[in-house]
């Protein structure tokens, strides 16, 4: 039987973001705030109001009974892309002034970041080619398609290790973490996808090699803002693109902050368990994130659909005290988000690794590693 759509509906709540994102266009002025307060103070706000989720769903629950779940993630694409595309072409010919539109992008990179970057990430991890596709439309849509090798190859299979660039580690500020992670985030997804093509005998210049695809369709979107906005429509969108790029790595940076797993000798690490990974059961921030904040599980089960996926006690995964969007907040200033979080994660080996007396190779990203990336 499949489940009604009012059963999926909170999970709808992202498309607030769009009409305030069209008064924003139209009322000008400080109206573009709506966007960052609705995603991040409204939410964090009902946070609070709701509580906690803990309830689970039957994982075993077919695909047929989630289609209220799956058309949120499916309709988002065409949204974003109409969104952004339609306000560089309205502003072009709007007169709104310089700070104005910069304000309008700005709320917009939240939209994009905030829920476009989440939906891809649900898109990416799905069988059929098609979700994967609208996947790579948002993110080409934020010019970060690298993201999709780096988070499938390399962070599902190195999280929480020296190996993986979005693994926050203990102590590394958030700033510090974001450009460390530009830096290497799009050298590793290259290396990870030249090995998978060495391994076929097939050379980078492959038309399998997912850079093409990448390469082209970043290109289409900063080539169709160029035409609707000229050279401030483009710079717009790249202003839009980054908003949201730093939205995302400061949820990659909350989501592993500090954990670490088992080095079992010779580059290799124990298997993934929900204990490397921040779990928080917030209801209204889990509505805006499409459970995204019960990651303990989707690093357990990376196949599982996001209304499937389970939430774990403090015996099973570290768990955060608010949800992301309040959490990111606090990553913006790293000595608040030290006080919050180092005592967690010191108790966090304390429970899970008392045997382990010496962290600071796990700190500083030193132990030893294979000869090649993948």
Not at 110 to 134: C, D, K
Request: net charge positive; aromatic share 14%.
């Amino acid at each position: 039987m499949r489940i009604s759509i009012l059963n999926a509906l909170p999970f709808w709540m992202s498309l607030g973001l769009v009409p305030l994102a069209v008064l924003a266009a139209v009322l000008g002025s400080w109206w573009w705030v709506l966007m960052p307060g609705y995603a991040w103070y409204l939410v964090t706000g009902l946070d609070l109001v709701l509580g906690l989720n803990r309830d689970n769903a039957d994982p075993e629950t077919p695909d047929a009974s989630l289609f209220w779940y799956r058309a949120i993630t499916v309709i988002w694409a065409p949204v974003q892309v109409c969104l952004i595309f339609g306000l560089i072409w309205y502003s072009a010919h709007s007169a709104l002034s310089g700070w104005e539109k910069l304000g309008l992008f700005f709320g917009l990179g939240v939209a994009s970041g905030t829920i476009g970057m989440v939906y891809a990430h649900e898109l990416l991890h799905q069988r059929p080619a098609w979700e994967r596709f609208l996947g790579d439309v948002l993110l080409a849509s934020t010019l970060y398609s690298h993201f999709r090798t780096e988070h499938l190859l390399v962070h599902h299979s190195w999280v929480g290790t020296p190996r993986d660039a979005v693994s926050a580690r203990y102590n590394e500020g958030f700033h510090r973490f974001f450009w460390r992670v530009l830096r290497e985030g799009p050298k590793s997804a290259w290396r990870a996808e030249q090995n998978m093509l060495a391994r076929r005998d097939l050379p980078v210049t492959s038309r399998r090699n997912p850079f093409w695809r990448y390469g082209f369709l970043q290109l289409a979107m900063l080539v169709l803002a160029l035409l609707l906005g000229g050279w401030q429509g483009l710079l717009l969108f790249v202003w839009q693109a980054f908003v949201a790029i730093w939205q995302l790595e400061l949820t990659n940076y909350v989501e592993h902050y500090g954990l670490s797993r088992r080095h079992l000798g010779n580059g290799k690490y124990e298997h993934v368990l929900p204990r490397h990974s921040w779990n928080a059961s917030h209801t209204a921030s889990n509505w805006l994130l499409i459970n995204l904040q019960r990651h303990s599980d989707h690093h357990y089960k990376p196949d599982r659909r996001f209304p499937l996926l389970q939430t774990y006690g403090e015996d099973e995964a570290p768990q955060l005290p608010f949800g992301y969007p309040a959490m990111t907040f606090l990553a913006m200033i790293p000595p608040l988000w030290r006080r919050r979080m180092n005592p967690r994660v010191r108790a966090w080996r304390r429970q899970f690794y008392p045997d382990i007396e010496d962290w600071s190779d796990y700190n500083l990203g030193t132990l030893p590693m294979p000869p090649k990336a993948l």
